[in-house]
Every structure is written in structure tokens, then in C-alpha cells.
């Protein structure tokens, strides 16, 4: 092994949403970065149109999917088995992270979301609590992450309509939204016949109807590009650069100024602590070649599962168990989205779905967070109309009864694909004692190390939710005047983007792994980023949340500075 | 990148013959227009079982063989020799097969029929949605980097397309990996 190097104040694990945002605030506010990023960079010239490199080969996910994709089993008497989806598994690595390819639907949590628990309890009684749940409140507000929403909207130019401005109420916008200090930089993507003939729909029923809010460009900005509805958003890089990822904003700027240094195709393989338990460093493999880089501080902003297991992988004679998990609590608390999706069929509509991002959508928030009255359930989810209906995938959501090959199928196919418009939720699962994340006892990766194994399975309170919101999209089919509904199964999506705990924040070290700011309880020079510190899922997409948390950390660094590390 | 000639010995002349005949069940010519050869899907599965789906070659020499088996089993007489609709009553046993029965065989078809349509759907660059017939099927305008408001209405007709994504800019450059 090389000698280590020195002299570096932060080393970031990982470059996606929440490693590139901080590495690149880091550096730009004078510390001295090293970025390790396990992918490459990424560029235009890999994100054609072509449904069978994207979707059938996940060209650009492929190698995280296969080398890193964690084992899943529903409860502990359970063997666990890779869950080797090719299609599905929206993450990859690379600088920019899995923003280059996912939709970049970009939403800030629900006031109540915060105070799920305190909420429910003073609404419904501590026996509405499901059994086995382990919910809390966050350990900030809000109110407290409000600045950070606006923050990391106005860099991104996040394109979206207000609801409540200071209190205002803004008819175009989320009624149910918590109150910003500012609208959004942009307006919202295009609106198209397929928006607009559910936003009526939603209008009908006596709901809210408002546009998606995206970490998309509407419009030019700063000499960037704006989307250009090509339909091919998720599973895929944007030709014109217009998501907001890391890589396109942040970065560069960090770069120019030499205090960011982006090291690609660089893994780290153990985070290291000195004999006071203090993180030093990492040790990372580049080229075959195992590498230490000291450093004052370490953030590991590899997202969920890697953030887990690279905590459970760092043992050493101070943290026998894992880094940071004397308390036990690494690997708990562990969450996922099991999407649900919609369908309907307008006969003899050409809908032109197909076109434009996923992100380019009608949301309804009606049924998210406490905005209904459910007392069977916790939790809620939004409700999203999107677009990028792509023959490649859609094909297989046929209803049942439509046959998986011959003569009918070709029939059903040349008769409705282009009438098929979808919805999708999201619906908030709650965390549970025996849902968590460890190490697979007997699956390796190509280096031989373990990797994670997912315990978790539906539960009840999940299961009224997901049905609730199955009835709600119905509903909002039949206003719009669709001549047949249906929806995926209820099922686990067992390997999830959407995947959250396994570090969660908290006041108290001994039900939690980091504080509200990602500081672990028990490691000084540690710092962890990303949806793993959620103590709960919330009923929208996690990353806008994610990379609030993470501005209002770099700020936290950069106020207390140097007696952070040992 | 469009599949080499497909004479290469991946599959012998006998399992290819089968794959041929399965694939025109999957996706039969008829009324709506052409079946499974005709579009190129065996040039698409050929093609990619050389390349990125190499690792499926065995299950598809295995799957054929264990399917020629079935047949010969079930009606005396090989697949190919079947009439259209012996050879369908022949997949549809196979779709219902109780787990125990023969789950190699179930996936092995599950897996054709997987390859079958992003061969029908996928960028004729890849050998397969010849003319772009699978799209034509499903009124799908074909893949472009820019589209309009007014292709995002309602009912909006663009003209069907067979244009590969390679053939338009800025990836006409480039090629399929």
C-alpha cells in the first residue's frame, strides 16, 4: 500500500447528490476537498435515446446493480437471494451520482412528516402507533430546513409552482405545502394534453391539483439548457444537461478554484479511526492499488446501502461491530418506497405520453402526510401523473387477463399502447424493529467483501395505505374519463432506489446512529449524508430532503470548524 | 452496430429452427402486420446472444433442447413440425407448468419472450424492429432529442418513424455499445 497522503480537510465518499453537493460547498468555501467517487464521469454522448441500452442493459447502472446489489429476504428465519433486476434498479455510480439518471422529481417534506410520531399521538392516541414500529420525530423541523429547501432550489433552478409563499396562499401550487420564504427560481416544466387532462380530472373531485416540482430546467439559466421533453429522462443521462447534478453544477466551479480534487474509479474499502476512535482517513482502491488518505474530516455520502455497509465493513479494536455502532443501531430503522402504479386506458385517444420526463407532471398532495383523515393508517403518499410512457417498459404493464405473448397481445398492444396514460405514488412506510440492514453472511462482491442484506417485508399499516391510495388513483382515472383502471400488485420492491435508515438522526446515541446534522454520536470526524439518516420516509421522492440536510451540514462545518476533528 | 451475419454457430441449424418457430408464436404475422422473422427478431436475440447476453447462451440451448423434449414428450412430434396452433398448446403447457414441474423450461420462455420485445420495440440499430415495425405497431413516433408542445397534445398524429436514434444528431456519431 501507498504511504497515506496528508493535509487534505475533507475526503467525501461518494459524489452523488448529497457527496458532490457537499464536496463541492466545501471547497468552494476554502477547505481542501477530496472527492472519491467508485464510477466515472459521465457525458452526453452515452444518453441516446435507445431503450435497450437504458433500460434492457442499464448501461449506466449495470456495474453499481451487479457489483454492489444487496441480497433481500421478507423476515430473519429467511435465506436472502440476490435480487438481480436489470431494470428497476435506478442507481449507479459515477460523479453526479444516480441524479444523472433518475427522474429528478424534487419535493421538501411535509411539516408533519417531522413530527410524524408527537402528530399521530395527539391525533389519534399512542395506540394508533402500528406494533413493531420504531417511529420518531426528526430531531429538527421544518421550519428549521426551510432556508435549505430554498437554498438548494435557487442553485439548482428547481422548476415547480408555489403554493404558499410567507404565508400567502398560491392558487397554482401545493395548498398543503409547508410555508417558504421564497417561491421557486423557475416555473414548472411544460405543460402538456396529458397534464392537463388530469389536472382537470383531480380539479373535478374537489382536489389540489398542481404541477411536479423537478430538479429539471424549465428555462434557460446561466447559459445552461433547458429539458427538451425527449421522453427518455429516467433510466437515462439528459443530452442537454439539463438535470441538475452535481457534476453540471457545483463541481466544476469547485475544480477550477484547486481545492476540489475528484479521484474516479476510486472505491473505498474501510474508513479509519486512530486509537482514540477518531476518523483519520480511508483506505480506498484505485487501479488495483490500495490507497490511505488522511484527512480532518470524513463524509460518507455513498447513499443508503454503501453507507451502511461500508459502517458495518470498518471494524476495527474500538468499534468491533462497526464503525459508529456500539449502540447497535447501524443498520436499523431501514425503510423503502414500494412504488405503486397506476393505469388507465382512453380508447381511441392518442395521449403522446411518451414524450417528456416523468417529472413533467400533475401531483396531487390530497393524501400525503395527515392532509386526509385515515385513522386505519399512518402515513400518505402524493400522487403523480408523469409522462414517458416507453414501449420498451410499458408493454408489460397489460392489464391481467391480456395475454404475455400471441396474436391477442400484438392486438391489445396495437390497439392501447398510445392510449395509456399512468399515475405512480409513493405511499410512507414506516420503520420497524425488524426491518434492517446487515451484512449477507454468505454473498460477496468481485472483491470479496459481504454485501448488504435486506430484512423487511410489507406490514399491515402499509398494506391499508397502499390499497387507500390504489382506491384514490381509481378515482382519479374514472373523473378523467378512463374506460379501465389498474394497478401494479401490492408487493415489496425488494431492492429499492428509494431507500431510507440504517444511520438515522436522533437526540439520543442510544436509538440512533448520527445527529440532525449527520455528526456521528460516536465517532468524532464523522459525518454521514444522505436518505440513510431519515428516521422516516415520507410520501414524496427523498432527494430534494437530502440535499437540504446536506447545505445545512457544510454550513454546521464551516461554523464550528476546527473543533469538529480530534 | 447491426448484427454480423446470421449464419455464426451459436445455436445449431436444429435449435435455431426451434427459436425461429417459438418467436413466430410470440409474435405471429397477421392482420396487423408482419411476424417475428419478418421484424428481425432472431437477428436481435443472434446478435445479442454474441454479444452483451452471451451469459443467456446456455439457457437457450438448454431451453430449446429441453423444449424439443417436451414436445416429442407431450404429442409425439418435434416442435417444428407442429402446426401453428399445436406448437401455441405446447408454450401455453409450458406457461402453466407448476413450479416443480420444470422451472428451467418456464423461465427459459419467460426469458424468449423478455428478448422478443426489446427486439419488436427496441432501436433498429440492434438488428431488430425491421422497418421500424414494432413502433408502427403501437403508434409510437420513434425516439428524438427535441419535441414539441404541440407533439405533447392530445391526439397529436406525428408521422410513424423508423429512425434509428443513431441516425439522428447528435448521436448519429455515436453507435449503439
Known sequence: MRDAEHGVDVVVIGLGATGGLAASQLALAGLNVVGLEAGNWHHAGEFAMDDIAQLGRNSLGAAKVNGEVPTFRADSHQVAERALLNVGNLMMNGVGGSKTHSTNISWRMSPWNFRARSETIARYGAQAIPEGSTLVDWPLSYDDLEPYYARVERLYGVSGAAGNVGGIRMREGNPFEGRRSEPYPSPPLRRSGWTELMKAAASSLGWSPFPTPASIRSVERDGKKACQYCGFCTWNGCWVDAKAVPSSIGIPEAIETRRLDVRTGARVTSIDVDGDGVARGVTYVQDGQARRITARIVILSAFTYENVRLLLLSTSEQFPHGLSNRSGQVGKHFMTHTFVLGFGLFPGRRLNAWSGSNAQGTAVADFDAANAEHPDFIGGGVIMAGHEIRPLLHHRFAPPGVPRWGSARKRWLAENLQSLGWTYTLPDELPYEDHYLDLDPHVTDDHGLPVIRVTQKLRPNEIRQYEYLAERMREWFEAAGAAEFWHTPIANSPINTHAYGGTRMGEDPATSVVDSYGFSHEVPGLVVLGASTFPTSGGVNPTETAEALTWRTVDRILEIGSPLWG | ?177
Not at chain 2, 446478435?47 to 416429442?72: D, M, N, S, T
Not at chain 2, 419488436?120 to 403508434?139: E, K, M, R, S, T
Not at chain 2, 434509428?164 to 456519431?173: D, H, K, N
Open chain 2, 1 to 177: 452496430m447491426v448484427a454480423e451475419a446470421v449464419g455464426a454457430s451459436v445455436l445449431t441449424d436444429d435449435a435455431r429452427a426451434v427459436l425461429e418457430a417459438m418467436l413466430e408464436c410470440v409474435h405471429p404475422a397477421d392482420e396487423l402486420g408482419p411476424g417475428a422473422i419478418e421484424v428481425g427478431l432472431l437477428d436481435y436475440i443472434m446478435g445479442q446472444l454474441r454479444g452483451p447476453l452471451q451469459r443467456f447462451v446456455p439457457w437457450y440451448v438448454e431451453g430449446l433442447e429441453e423444449l424439443e423434449r417436451h414436445a416429442a414428450t407431450t404429442t409425439g412430434t418435434s416442435f417444428v413440425d407442429l402446426d401453428r396452433a399445436g406448437q401455441e398448446a405446447v408454450l401455453r403447457e409450458i406457461e402453466s407448468l407448476a413450479p416443480g414441474e420444470g422451472p428451467a423450461l418456464r423461465q427459459f420462455f419467460d426469458l424468449v419472450i423478455e428478448h422478443a420485445y426489446e427486439g419488436l420495440f427496441g432501436d433498429p440499430a440492434y438488428g431488430g424492429n425491421a422497418q421500424g415495425a414494432g413502433w408502427q405497431l403501437v403508434g409510437y413516433p420513434g425516439p428524438r432529442p427535441v419535441l414539441s408542445a404541440e407533439e405533447q397534445a392530445l391526439d397529436h398524429v406525428r408521422p410513424a418513424s423508423a429512425a434509428s436514434i443513431y441516425t439522428i444528431a447528435p448521436f448519429a456519431e455515436s453507435g449503439p455499445t
